[in-house]
């Protein structure tokens, strides 16, 4: 066999794209990326508009300065891919790249360069000089070249105190060999000509949404976000339009974020602006994700209008106002607005053409790349994976699963892991010595001396109590600067370590890097911002020592109680438990197993296939009985896989890394072991009997049986019926199950070419996506729609020779009858809740407002999702895995999509045998002597890392499943939770000293 190549390329910096190298890097293999840009987010548009929920998903790139130090991420700038050559497992690629003017990981952000350029322009009213900073919050400021601007004097560079900044940064050529090629480029949003339609660019008070939410990264979106770009006055009316709804055929796509993004934005402006009239404009309301239809309750709550308008058109008026004139049912309206905001959608991919000439990938006929359907991202050519928005229009939340299903996928080009984490320095054990504290004022290559006088506040430091050493440092944040200071520590004699630095928020692990290469925990350190809150915020120099002497007081208080203690770990059983043998179910299964990991999956029924079993095709034609079919005969022929059928689990305890199971199968009962749970448990059916004289009058059937009668032909019926949302989208199901209107246009579809007359009744039709070309298709066929009240369903009446059917025709705005020999109700799916409920309570987790099983999205908007679903912290959900329809309504490829993820996730924990907590030493824990045992902080963990040991009445903490949050120590009454770097005797007297 010939050898494969172990490092992966990735082409792109999408979410997508990062996290696929996040979790390579953490399975062991090192990921070469390609960054078209000149800088780390330049193109990376989506991320940072905050969508759908003014949710900022910058902090999906922030890890990768950890995955560089560790070796498993090498990133270039200004990439071209040139030539590709070789053989999957076995490329070779040649690419040309430049690196950015300034090094960014040997910065330290003294602004130094800037005051010595004497080149100086004004941009939007502000002045700035040839080289400035882009502030990025999350992230680090980025220092940027105006090459229009600048003269080439080199004074920036002559200044630049670590030589991060270089003027002439050459072109260079380099091969690199690869396993596997990942195709990530950005999202790519409609411009000024793509938006011609709506006065974009053209009028001035016509803006985009993700416009509104960059201008808010700093701020979160607040009043003064809403200002309008003519006068800066706040809008008394303001017209939100979706924009993919009304633009020309093939310009841009409806994701996930838009239908919700509107009334998302529509709810927020009444909320922060009660006087505001908000109205709008959409054809149909096409939020299908977790929460959607609750949020679009909530706007029509809030007092927003949204009006289904068939066509609309706009125009400025003198006062800069639009004037937007609509059409609604066979009326035309119109409507004044002070502000206009478009929600837009995706345009296909910019890089498309070049990077399918380059590889030869196909070209799915919209403009984005074709990718196998139940893939993660497989293209025509073997060994290139495709990713992200570059696939399709899609929001956030679908980028990370596919980066974590493409990781699954892509292991099969690999070879052998190659990333081994660096061993850490060789800490000294100091418990038995007296607290000796050191502390060390970083002058940042001299720049902070030019603001505070650094040998004044050290003189004062050095009568602090417990202080026996103190120095002025050149820096500790480069190579050099590190090892310098870490052999200053080291003279010094100390076991305690105060660093007066800059933020840590990019520099924190070389903090950290720099004691622990001079012997000392990363616990036995204190970190303070001398640079953020003493020196960027005060002009008084006096000041300045005040307070920079009451920061360091405080940090000397602290440290001095400070305990070391190396990092707990905990065994990790190397099993996954699937529950449920549905499509997404065996996927998982066979993903995990094929990696060479057991795998038991139990299945209620006898039979594989759950739900999917029955679907012939779907929409597009994939064909899902022979998918469905295939997979379960490998799930029942894998070595790796132990398959329970006509089996249930009877309890099930324990969490991630050790999880026990009973299962009863018929007579017998067994115990398994995992390490993770994929829950599969699937929903079920609506049953609509009752509804509609379904079950009364056999003329009235679901589309489920009505593909079962086209498929033993018979359907007699010359004229059919489809009534949509039954029993969907209401306060019992407030929810779209996604497939209901692809089914409905595919039977529909079929019926016309087999010449009978159709029409669909409907609310809204949730053709996202590509699926509006069916909608197209179905126009064009003569299908007939008629839309109705959402609170108006149709009247059926049975008569001998037909069924009559009343309905209110919005466009006609009055009631029609309808004469039908065949109705067929397009019902969703609803969780099975009372499996779902106990299911719940064994694995102690929630369930969300909707009946399926709380994941990750479920946090969106709030602050705790961006560290469940952006940091790459697979156990965030405590190892278990909801995924297809446990984890929402959705199609069979969609839910395919899951299982992948989850796969993906399982196989980033799987081999690890041993983990220790995710901020290694940094992790909660308990003093046993003060728990009363009231579960309080257990209740509370966002995490599930603290269990209550029911023989002693105290709880204990699951090590790798904490990720030093703090919310136990709020909860705890006792003062029994602590966390290591935050004990109660270091922060009492540290607020002290603080305030003397």
Known sequence: MAKKESTVLIYGTSLSGYRTAYALGKMGYKCVLLNRGTYVDEYRNQLLSQLPLDFCWVCGAMPQRMFIALGALQVFYNAKILEVTGRPGAFRVKFKKSDPVVNNFACTECEACIRACPEETEVAGEKRRAIFCLPKPGWENIFLLDKDLCTGCGQCEKVCPTGALKLDRPEEIIEIKAGAIILAPEFDEPGREDLSLFGYGRYINVVKNSDLARRSLLTNFVKSSLERPSDGAIPQKVAIIVTPQYNRTGIEYENYNCSVSAVYRAWKIRDLLPETEVVVFLREFRGFGKGHYLWYQKALDSGARILRADYLSLEETPDKGLLISYQLGGQRDKFEADLVILITGQVPPSQMDYLSKLFGIRDDGHGFCWVEPFSAGRTNVAG?????????????????????????????????????????????????????????????????????????????????????????????????????????????????????????????????????????????????????????????????????????????????????????????????????????????????????????????????????????????????????????????????????????????????????????????????????????????????????????????????????????????????????????????????????????????????????????????????????????????????????????????????????????????????????????????????????????????????????????????????????????????????????LAHSPRSVVEAVLTAKDAAGRALVLLPKGQLPPPNAMFVSEVHQSRCVGCGLCVEVCPYRARELDPDRRVVRVRPFLCDSCGACLVACPSEAAYLRDARGEQIMPAIDALLE
Not at 825 to 845: I, M, Q, W, Y
Not at 862 to 871: D, P, S
Request: aromatic content about 6%.
């Open 384 to 884: 290139v994976f495709a990713v992200g928005e570059f696939t399709g229009p899609k929001g956030n939340p679908e980028t990370v699963w596919e980066a974590y299903g493409v990781a699954s996928e892509v292991l099969e080009f690999l070879g052998s892991p190659n990333v081994t984490p660096p061993t850490p320095p060789k800490l000294r054990p100091v418990s038995g010595e007296e607290p000796k504290t050191g502390v060390f004022l970083c002058s940042c290559f001299g720049e902070f001396e030019k603001s505070l006088d650094l040998k004044t506040l050290a003189e004062r430091i050095k009568n602090l109590p417990g202080v026996t050493h103190v120095e002025i440092i050149k820096a500790c944040c480069t190579p050099a600067t590190m090892q310098e200071t870490a052999s200053k520590i080291k003279d010094s004699g100390v076991n305690r370590v105060v660093l007066a630095v800059c933020t840590p928020l990019q520099k924190l692990l070389r903090f950290r890097r720099t004691v622990m290469m001079a012997g000392l925990s990363p616990l036995l350190l204190e970190i303070l911002r001398l640079r953020e809150d003493v020196i960027w915020v005060h002009e008084d120099g006096q000041k300045m020592l005040d307070k920079a002497l009451a920061l360091v007081a405080a940090g000397v208080e602290k440290v001095r109680r400070a305990q070391a203690a190396p990092p707990p770990t905990d065994s990790f059983e190397g099993r996954a438990l699937v529950i449920g043998g549905g499509a997404a179910g065996m996927t998982a299964a066979i993903t995990i197993a094929e990696r060479g990991f057991p795998v038991t999956l139990v299945e209620k029924e006898e039979e594989l296939g759950g739900l999917a079993r029955d679907l012939p095709v779907d929409l597009e034609g994939n064909d899902l009985a022979t998918f469905v079919k295939n997979l379960a005969k490998r799930v029942e022929n894998h070595p790796q896989i132990t398959l329970l059928k006509g089996a249930e689990i009877r309890d099930l305890w324990g969490y991630a890394g050790h999880f026990m199971a009973e299962v009863i199968q018929g007579e017998k009962v067994s115990q398994i072991s995992a390490g993770v749970v994929v829950v599969a448990t699937g929903a079920k059916p609506f049953n609509p009997r009752g509804a509609f004289l379904h079950g009364k009058d056999p003329r009235v059937m679901t589309q489920r049986e009505l593909e079962k009668a086209l498929a033993d032909k018979r359907i007699s019926a010359e004229s059919v019926v489809m009534i949509q949302c039954v029993g969907s989208r209401n306060s019992a199901r407030p929810f779209c199950s996604r497939f209901c209107c692809s089914q409905a246009l595919k039977n529909a579809l079929q019926l016309r070419q087999q010449g009978k007359k159709v029409t669909i009744l409907y609310r809204d039709l949730n053709t996202y996506g590509f699926k509006a070309d069916y909608l197209r298709q179905a126009q064009e066929a003569d299908i007939a729609f008629i839309r109705f009240p959402e609170r108006n369903y149709p009247r059926v009446k049975a008569e001998d020779k037909a069924l009559k059917i009343t309905v209110f025709d919005l466009s006609k705005e009055k009631e029609v009858t309808l004469s039908t020999e065949a109705l067929v109700l397009s019902v969703g799916v609803e969780p099975d809740l009372e499996t779902n409920r106990r299911l719940a309570k064994l694995l102690e987790c929630r369930l969300d407002p909707e009946g399926f099983f709380e994941t990750e999205t479920s946090a969106c908007p709030f602050e705790e999702a961006i560290k469940r679903l952006m940091k790459p912290f697979e156990l965030a959900s405590n190892g278990i895995f909801p995924v297809g």
